[in-house]
């Protein structure tokens, strides 16, 4: 599963531009599937057949597109001018290798040199208008050669284990969760499942919508990543999780207050099976819930995410045992849904 993680983490794919990903979890789950598709937002949309038939009773989901940025102009010397395509920190920006374009064209994100700064100047973050890509042109016209306005950019950072059990790399939000589900339709399931990889997550939960309009679940079980913050400075009770610690069973996030009952379910399935979990000790970010719970009459819905240092960066940190445990848990609970369906 860990070179699957890697594999995907290397594509590109900001929201809206999700194709590459796409087409490598297509060509690994047509193998498994009984029937895939996509819908006209680029929703990949896999349906497997287990034990026991359900039919479209559970939903598993997990979102295609990472964070990155967007060309919105090219000045007179050559530079590139973008816009962030999802949250980002833009402290994190300076100096990061980025790749634009379908061409992955390398470019180098810059500001004004430090020795230029004024006081004032230095007290605050950067704004985002005073950032720009430098891909080694010298003009204007030398540039629009080689990009066009609205290309997709991407950070340029590679995959590494780290340390004691980490994974170092970009876009494990939420490519470690559409890992886990390629790895799960691997497997003889005991019930159907339907598995949706969505596309826009990253800009506001937009494609799974439609996905869970179409699909309509009894039930959906949302895969992310989530903030871990265990680090030096942040008082315990904002530190949201720790690595190291089992997959996060939120009760509730900025975007959703999960199905208590279904809440309850999986952290008994995670007890009764010696699965490590833990749960949020502050309420930050959103996922695809908060898009599925609002379709049509409504959907039971709840969350499992992985904790993640770093988040929405060119590198972010995970561990490696959290990953594992992640998908002994997910594989338990499907059991339990169809021992009781």
Request: proline share 4%.
């Amino acid at each position: 599963m860990l070179n699957t993680v890697k594999e995907l983490c290397a594509l590109s794919g900001i929201g809206g531009w999700e194709d590459e990903v796409r087409e490598y979890i297509r060509t690994r789950a047509a193998r498994y599937a009984d029937e895939l598709r996509v819908d006209a937002l680029g929703n990949l949309i896999v349906f497997k057949k287990g034990a026991k038939a359900t039919g479209n009773k559970l939903m598993l989901c997990a979102h295609m597109d990472e964070v990155g940025l967007i060309v919105r102009a090219i000045t007179e010397d050559g530079y590139l001018k973008f816009d962030c395509v999802g949250g980002i920190d833009r402290r994190v920006l300076i100096g990061k290798k980025v790749l634009v374009g379908a061409g992955k064209l390398p470019g180098v994100i810059g500001i004004k040199a430090y020795h230029l700064v004024s006081e004032e100047e230095e007290k605050k973050p950067p704004k985002a208008d005073d950032l720009y890509i430098d891909i080694g042109a010298q003009s204007r016209e030398e540039a629009e050669s080689q990009v066009e306005l609205g290309d997709p950019c991407v950070f340029d950072s590679n995959s590494e284990e780290f340390g004691d059990g980490m994974l170092k790399a970009k876009a494990i939000d939420d490519r470690l969760c559409c890992a886990l589900l390629l790895k799960l339709m691997e497997q003889d399931l005991p019930m159907d499942v339907t598995f949706v990889f969505s596309v826009q997550e990253e800009v506001g939960t937009r494609g799974a919508f439609g996905a869970a309009f179409s699909v309509t679940p009894q039930i959906a079980l949302v895969t992310d990543c989530t903030t871990a913050a265990d680090l030096p400075g942040i008082e315990p009770s904002r530190q949201v999780c720790q690595l190291g610690k089992g997959p996060v069973i939120p009760f509730m996030d900025a975007g959703t207050v999960a199905d208590r009952a279904l809440f309850e379910q999986l952290r008994r399935v995670a007890q009764e099976n010696n699965i490590p979990w833990q749960t949020k000790h502050y309420v930050a970010g959103a996922t695809d819930a908060r898009a599925i719970q609002q379709t049509k009459d409504g959907v039971r819905v709840f969350g499992v995410s992985a904790p993640i240092r770093y988040l929405h960066a060119p590198a972010s940190v995970g561990c490696i045992k959290d990953f594992e445990n992640m998908f002994k848990l997910l594989r338990c609970f499907i059991a339990d849904v169809a021992a009781n369906s």
